[in-house]
């Protein structure tokens, strides 16, 4: 059976079966003894279910949430899955705009980014709504818009989209996408805004660029998928284009006429501290009225509205079979794991389509299926579940696990990008930081497999990161006596006092990052540093451990 | 200057399209039979790839000036056309009927041109076999699937991959094909200062990843007893066995960042810089860092480099003609001091750069801007450049003429392939492997544009 996992995951990319794979699969044949299971129960009452362990809802909270602690394991354990799910859904949404629109309006409003990411932070690290704001975070690599170009000036916009992902991530995905099209933040970072119909006079036609990426990247990608994500092949073998530059002209067509809303012409429309937070508006004679051919052989009809076009598109879109295999893909890969089975995908994606009361495209029940499919808890560990960290989330967990916190209380981490690679609303390219395809060099490739969170890991990044982590552990912490009133400070009273016991200590820092579980090496790593050490430092015993865990390749790792 | 001299010398006499035809007539042998099969290189080479990341409107970077063929231009360009007065003229030395000029803002690489510096290939782009438009159409031959798909070109441009899928990249693998001549090399011939690349990707050879200044040493692993026990130790954790491919994959990385990030450091403290000022941009930080590692080559004993750099904005589907002139100017003003780093420290005829982008932009405007589209202009600069000239055929930038499959998205004459090839075969893999390094190069005529020395 999990030698049937293996291969399924390899098909999931579309691979071929190569004599690599095949040395890896005997490999974990070797390593999980086939996979033989207990045989089902038969009669009786059902019986009572297991307790929850604390590596179970470690697990489980770094999938679900910005980092797993000590007191978040244990409530997870008192609730067990679904009645945390249930709990976490149920909770207000933590915002962004009303905390960036109460602050004093600076003259250059770029500077107002970093409060965004300030407000950001405050959001994952202690906002109650973990499960939203990780799958918000999702959304924001999926549905990408960025700082990175002409909103650097609209901070606003930018925060107000964060709080549609953040009010959507157990919303309707169809819903989702007509809030994000309309986005003001959207319309301008993939210029739907202020797209116009033809001039044939001046060779002037609508832009491409809305058109395409909302099918690229944001519901049906490229290529035509099975369920299960795995491609659809033609009679040759070879994959099907999911649509045509026709297609992309008539999409193009469809999102021509809107702009910045409340202008009193199109031409006159700009940007304002007001309209950046509302969505666009159409200006109908702006807007293309021909007919459009859009995806699977549909064709609108001349003369509707803009708004009816628009309506019809995204139905179009949103109805097309690859959404929910492109969509589970996705959205487990950011949360569980980088090479989910087919069959994962597939049951995800069946959700998508159908909830089970009938409702397609229902992120809630998505999400709930994501984590509590079997594959992102399985009995027993394989080589492939789960994935690398993303790296901020490495920082996050590191914060929420020592109440990081300023004494200004923000968390003005405005260089987050460079540090990381990444940080909200940030990315490089709509393409995001890194893509669902990455396959770093070496038996991951190798094996057909791929880690996207790995694109960044470059040498310079990682290095980078783990020079701040030694910043972190050594400087920016509770016994620094004379810190800037932002620098964001780790606790480490905790560690301090127990201190003097090298085995208490690593304990303690494991139980606070790994969930109590840390291997060998790294313990008696870090236990021969610390001996080096005298007793009396405490501090530096602390940073010690500190830095050594969370520059750990298994630190990195989410199970 | 000796290198230019020797180039007219070739052009006038023939012999180096004599020289170059000889090579190719006798495949495999040749490099063999001078190098050895893993011998050292004689000589040092680099080459230097500057990706302009979005899609550079090319068509805008090099332009037909003649009345008949401006007129064509402004036609279809419309708001998105260069003013005729603005461009700044080239003279190439072998002209096609034509007159051409660069953009204003490219100054820098007019005087490169016009002093024989620097070359332009013409309409390349990713193809896998000559393409009509007729073919095109009929799809009666093999084109790269999800053409105008920004990663997509940028993969193909980078891979070279065809309808296949690829994991490696062509300078992956012509690092690959010269990896045991370069076996004392202390640093990967690959380097990237703007991350991961497919270009780079390779099955036997890692590149490199540093950052626009170069790589950062770590913290805390100083050269006392306390710095080394810190980094035994860090290396004990990442040399350690992992149960998860994860796991491995990344202390992978952490392993390759310890072992280098010292050694290129010390080499880089070791040695001063080139003089030349670069610009205060990105692309003029990662280019002057490349300079500095070039001339700390022989600290690390270096003998064949591939750079990656690059810059990004050019996907201008708004505010084209306000963006334009910045992006161009910048890539003007790096890749000319990078070149004048060169010649300071004594390599011009050593050094090729050249760029590579996704694709040029359709030659209709949606208004304010421009969207994707296929083949295009590339710059190449260097004292190896057979320059002040145009490689290739300058297409008809007309609407719907031969060469435009719809809103002015031009067929590539040239590929992809035989622009990396004529890179491969100076750098100095024979003709028999060019097939290794760019996969369709056997179904186009001319395997060597002749825009390099050999």
Redesign the interface.
């Known amino acids: 059976m999990q030698t049937d996992r293996v291969a399924d995951r390899i098909a999931t990319f579309g ?1 071929m079966y190569s004599q690599a794979i095949l040395t890896v699969c005997v490999l974990l044949l070797g390593a999980c003894g086939g996979g033989s299971s207990a045989p089902p129960p038969t009669g009786g009452p059902p019986p009572p279910l297991p307790p929850i362990t604390k590596a179970e809802a470690n697990q489980f909270l770094n999938q679900a949430t910005f980092g797993a602690t000590v007191a978040s394991q244990q409530n997870f354990i008192n609730l067990r899955h679904d009645s945390w799910i249930d709990q976490e859904m149920a909770k207000t949404t933590s915002l962004q705009l009303p905390f960036v629109r109460a602050l004093p309006r600076p003259q250059n409003l770029a500077q107002l980014q970093t409060d965004r990411v300030d407000i950001w932070f405050r959001n994952v690290l202690s906002g109650s709504d973990q499960l939203r704001q990780r799958v918000a975070f999702a959304l924001s690599e999926i549905l990408v818009v960025s700082q990175q ?2 909103l650097l000036q609209a901070p606003y916009s930018l925060a107000d989209y964060y709080d549609v992902l953040a009010r959507n991530a157990f919303g309707n995905y169809r819903q989702l996408m007509g809030e994000v099209t309309l986005h003001p933040a959207m319309g301008e970072y ?2 739907m805004l ?3 119909k033809p ?1 044939p006079a ?8 809305y058109a ?1 990426e909302v099918m ?1 990247l944001f519901s049906v990608g ?1 290529i035509e998928l099975n369920n299960d994500g795995s491609a659809k092949l033609d009679t040759q073998g ?2 099907i ?1 999911t649509y045509s ?1 026709e297609i ?1 002209e008539g999409f193009a067509h469809v999102f021509t006429g809107w702009h910045f809303a409340d202008a009193r012409r199109f031409e006159l429309a700009r940007r304002t501290d007001a309209n950046q937070t509302i969505p666009m508006q159409l200006y109908p004679s702006f807007h293309d009225t021909g007919s459009k051919t859009l995806l699977n052989g549909v064709v609108l009809p001349a003369g509707q509205t803009g708004e009816q076009d628009l309506s019809d598109a995204l139905d179009n879109i949103f109805d097309h079979p690859n959404v929910g295999p492109f969509l589970a893909i996705r959205l487990i890969q950011r949360l569980v794991t ?1 090479n989910p089975s087919p069959g994962y995908v597939g049951r995800v994606a069946t959700i998508f389509n159908d909830n089970g009361s009938g409702v397609r495209g229902d992120l809630g029940a998505v999400v709930r299926a994501i984590l509590m499919d079997d594959e992102a808890r399985p009995d027993v ?1 394989m ?6 960290k993303e790296p901020i989330i490495r920082l996050t967990q590191l914060w929420r696990a020592y109440d990081a916190s300023s004494s200004s209380g923000r968390y003005p981490i405005i260089y987050a990008y460079i540090v990381f690679g990444q940080g909200p609303l940030q990315s ?2 709509v ?1 995001n930081f890194f ?1 669902p395809f ?8 190798d ?1 057909n ?1 791929v ?1 996207p969170e ?11 990161i ?2 701040y982590m ?2 972190q552990a050594f400087v920016n912490n509770s016994e620094n006596i004379n810190p800037g009133v932002d620098d964001v400070l780790i606790d480490i009273n905790e560690e301090i006092a127990v201190a003097a016991d090298i085995d208490g200590l690593i304990d303690l820092v494991s139980e606070k990052l790994m969930g109590g579980d840390i ?1 060998d ?2 313990r ?3 236990a ?2 610390l001996a ?1 050490i005298p007793e009396s430092e405490v501090a530096v015993r602390a940073a010690e451990t500190i ?2 865990v969370v ?4 630190y ?2 989410q ?1 | 200057m000796a290198a230019i001299d020797r180039r007219e010398f070739l052009r006038k006499t023939g012999a180096g399209a004599a020289a170059t035809a000889a090579f190719a007539a006798c495949p495999g042998a040749a490099f063999s039979q001078v190098f050895g099969t893993s011998a050292p290189f004689p000589d040092y080479k680099a080459l230097v790839c500057v990706f302009l ?2 899609g550079n409107d090319s068509y805008n970077m090099l332009v037909p000036r003649s009345n008949a063929e401006y007129a064509v231009y402004a036609a ?4 998105m056309a260069i003013a005729q007065t603005d461009l700044l003229p080239i003279n190439p030395l072998t002209p096609d009927g034509a007159d051409y000029g660069l953009h204003p803002m490219m100054a820098d690489v007019q005087i490169l041109f016009e002093t024989n510096r620097a070359a332009f290939v013409t309409n390349v782009g990713p193809l896998i076999e000559p393409t009509t438009k007729d073919q095109f159409q009929n799809q009666s031959v093999q084109l790269p ?8 070109q940028q993969n193909q441009w980078n891979s070279l991959r065809g ?1 296949n ?1 690829s ?1 490696t990249g062509w300078a992956g693998r012509l690092a690959d094909l010269i990896r045991t001549n370069v076996a004392g090399q202390q640093m990967a011939t690959n380097v ?1 200062l703007f ?2 690349t497919l270009l780079q ?3 036997e050879t ?1 590149a ?4 626009s200044d170069g ?6 692993f100083d050269d006392n007893d ?1 710095g080394r ?2 980094r035994a ?2 290396e ?3 040399n ?1 066995s ?13 392993k ?2 310890v072992a ?2 010292d050694l290129i450091s010390n080499a880089l403290d070791n040695e001063l810089p080139p003089t030349t000022v670069f610009p205060p941009t990105q692309l003029g930080q990662q280019l002057a860092t490349v300079a500095h590692l070039i001339a700390a080559r022989d600290r690390l004993q270096m003998q064949r480099q591939i750079f990656f750099v690059a810059t ?2 050019f ?1 201008s ?2 505010d084209q003609i306000l963006n334009q002139p910045g992006l161009l100017g910048g890539v003007s003003a790096a890749m000319a001091a990078f070149y004048n780093a060169t010649v300071e420290l004594g390599v011009s005829d050593m050094v090729t750069s050249f760029t590579q982008s996704d694709f040029a932009r359709t ?7 421009t ?2 589209a296929w083949g295009g202009n590339q710059l190449i600069i260097g004292d190896a450049v057979a320059g002040r000239e145009m490689y290739g055929i300058y297409p008809r930038l007309e ?1 719907d003429g031969p060469d435009d499959v ?3 998205r031009i067929i590539p004459t040239t590929s992809a392939d035989q622009y990396a090839a004529t890179l491969s075969r100076w750098f100095g893999i024979p003709d028999a492997d060019l097939a290794t390094v760019a996969p369709h190069i056997d179904n186009f005529v001319q395997r060597d544009l002749g825009f390099l020395l050999l």
């Not at chain 1, 396959?439 to 991951?444: C, L, N, S, T, Y």
């Not at chain 1, 520059?551 to 298994?554: G, I, K, N, Q």
């Not at chain 2, 279809?76 to 708001?79: D, M």
């Not at chain 2, 490199?208 to 950052?211: A, I």
Request: charged share 20%; aromatic share 10%.
């Open positions: 691979r170009g002409a993939l210029s202020g797209n116009e001039d001046l060779n002037i036609r609508p832009d491409e660029n395409r690229q490229l070879q994959a284009p530059q992309i980088s560990p080589e492939l579940d789960g994935k690398i490089p390219t393409f893509s990455y396959a770093p060099p070496g038996e991951i490739r094996s497999l880690a790995l694109e960044i890991a470059t040498e310079y990044l990682n290095t980078f783990t020079n030694f910043g291997s090496t790294l008696t790593e870090i021969g540093m080096l830095y050594f520059t750990s390749p298994e990195a790792y199970r | 990341f979005g279809s360009r419309q708001n699937p999800q053409l105008f798909s920004h990663n997509d309808v899928q994991k990237s991350g991961s990707s390779a099955d890692v490199y990843v540093m950052g790589p950062i040493p770590f913290i805390g306390a026990a810190q130790a860090f004990q954790v990442i350690a992992y149960g998860s491919i994860y796991e491995r994959g990344f202390a992978e990385i952490q390759r960042a280098a990030a990004g904005g996907d589907h708004d030659l209709t405007s949606n208004g304010d801007g969207d994707h609407l719809s809103g002015g």
